[in-house]
């Protein structure tokens, strides 16, 4: 069955700087864009990155110059690289690839 996994979460400062990776199984990856999402408490779930087949990324306004996303296409794996963390970043983030359930998202949290 194809899923999405992601890890890399926890409980850090302001300012810190924190990796999340996705492994995706049994799929087509290097076909498909990719990337990532998250959702804070009583939000809705809002894009953070998207990156192409063809390696194009994209970002929110809110996170330019300070995450960085990237694909593996050996690995099956995403990863998003995230610096200078604010409390606003405190949220389950989640991996995202089109035509796939969502997974667990693993949760961030940013303490001021």
């Known amino acids: 069955q194809v899923q999405l996994v992601e890890s890399g979460g926890g409980f850090v400062q302001s300012g810190d700087s924190l990796r999340l990776s996705c492994s995706v199984s049994?799929?087509?990856?290097?076909?498909?864009?990719v990337g990532w999402y998250r959702q804070a408490p009583g939000k809705q779930r809002e894009m953070v990155a998207q990156i192409s087949a063809a390696n194009w990324i994209d970002y929110a306004d809110s996170v330019k110059g300070r995450f960085t996303a990237s694909r593996d296409n050996n690995k099956n794996t995403v990863s998003l690289y995230m610096t200078s963390l604010e409390p606003e970043g405190t949220a389950v983030y989640y991996c995202y690839m089109p035509f796939l359930p969502w997974g667990q998202g693993t949760q961030v949290t940013v303490s001021s």
């Open positions: 049994g799929s087509s990856f290097m076909n498909y864009a």
